[in-house]
């Protein structure tokens, strides 16, 4: 019988839910709500009865030594009313733990012989970057550049800001200087006249333009590089091998190579100047943090200074400027 029992279908019963008129108000509250609401409201008072005994039973004289060693935060938000410790306290904390005031100094210059010896670095590795690195000029050079790599980085873009100058001396007068071509005197073409580097000579740019074209360019008679018979190959009886045109599948596929080999090294150059935009920054954070500790270490000497000038930890990140009071040397 209980196996055909509970072949019947039963009557779901499902939850009581809020009432139309009181669904402004949320949720229906279960059995199970209320008792965590009630055991948190009860939890509560206790707490604040416990500490209404407190308060009638403390004692007006009670005294602790830790109160002349704090002071009540007068910060506002989170932290407010909060007890934290005066710098008096600190200090005789420290030396409790033998972190006296000589202990403090040297660890003091032994941070800043560091912050000197990592600025140090980082300037000679600044330099060996820029020595094998060119600041791209920014009026000509962007435009060539940003043909040879439209995903460059920020921070390249930013470099390409920097101008350089070339000077140039021409003989003669200023009828002369204004009758300068740059294109000429570089060998090159005006296209190219605002590039830095990468700036071929306009044989160079001849050659290659016959070599993609499958063409076999013509011989100069004052061109080492047509006269050089060791590259011709020959045969057993000695007479010349005649060298095979490139079909048009091997030059499509030599363009792919020249465009790929562009590709990484325009990547190349611009991870190049990343890591040197990187290492300025860091050289510059440096050179903060070594003029913080000087500062610091200063201050401490003796003798009576006054600040006139900056804040400490201001926007600029600058330690402030201390003045001493003149004393005469006996």
């Known amino acids: 019988m209980s196996s055909l029992r509970n072949a019947v279908k039963r009557v779901t019963h499902k939850e009581r839910s809020q009432p139309q008129a009181r669904s402004h108000l949320g949720l229906l509250e279960k059995k199970g709500d209320y008792r965590l ?44 009313g909060r007890h934290v410790k005066t710098e008096e306290a600190r200090r005789i904390e420290m030396e409790e733990r033998g972190l006296g005031p000589e202990a403090v100094r040297i660890m003091k210059d032994q941070d800043l012989a560091y912050v000197r010896m990592q600025r140090l670095m980082d300037g ?8 094998s690195l060119h600041y791209l000029e920014g009026s000509g050079t962007n435009a060539n550049y940003e043909e040879e790599d439209e995903s460059g980085s920020s921070s390249l873009k930013k470099m390409l800001g920097k101008k350089r100058k070339h000077t140039v001396f021409v003989e003669g007068g200023q009828k002369e200087a204004g009758d300068f071509d740059v294109a000429k005197h570089f060998d090159t073409i005006p296209e190219l006249m605002g590039r830095a580097f990468n700036r071929p000579r306009v044989k160079t740019l001849e050659k290659q333009a016959m070599s993609k074209l499958g ?6 008679a004052n061109d080492d590089y047509y006269n050089d ?11 010349p091998i005649k060298q095979k045109q490139p079909s048009e599948k091997q030059l499509l596929k030599q363009q792919r190579k020249q465009k790929k080999l562009e590709r990484n090294v325009a990547k190349s150059r611009s991870a190049a100047y990343s890591e040197m ?10 050179q903060n943090a070594e003029a913080h500790l000087v500062v610091e270490k200063q201050v401490q000497m003796k003798g009576r200074s006054r600040k006139i000038v900056g804040k400490e930890g201001g926007k600029d990140g600058k330690p402030a400027v201390y003045k001493w009071r003149r004393k005469r040397a006996k």
């Open 124 to 131: 000679k590795k600044i330099e060996k970057l820029q020595s």
């Open 37 to 80: 609401r009630s055991k948190d409201f009860h939890r509560k008072e206790e707490r604040i009865k416990s500490m209404r005994g407190k308060i009638a039973n403390r004692n007006p004289d009670e005294f602790y030594f830790g109160m002349h060693r704090s002071r009540v935060d007068g910060a506002s938000g989170k932290n407010s």
């Open 229 to 239: 018979e060791s590259d011709n190959e020959y045969d057993e009886e000695g007479k």
């Open 277 to 286: 935009e990187l290492r300025n920054a860091r050289l510059k954070k440096l």
């Open 215 to 220: 063409k076999v360019p013509l011989q100069d």
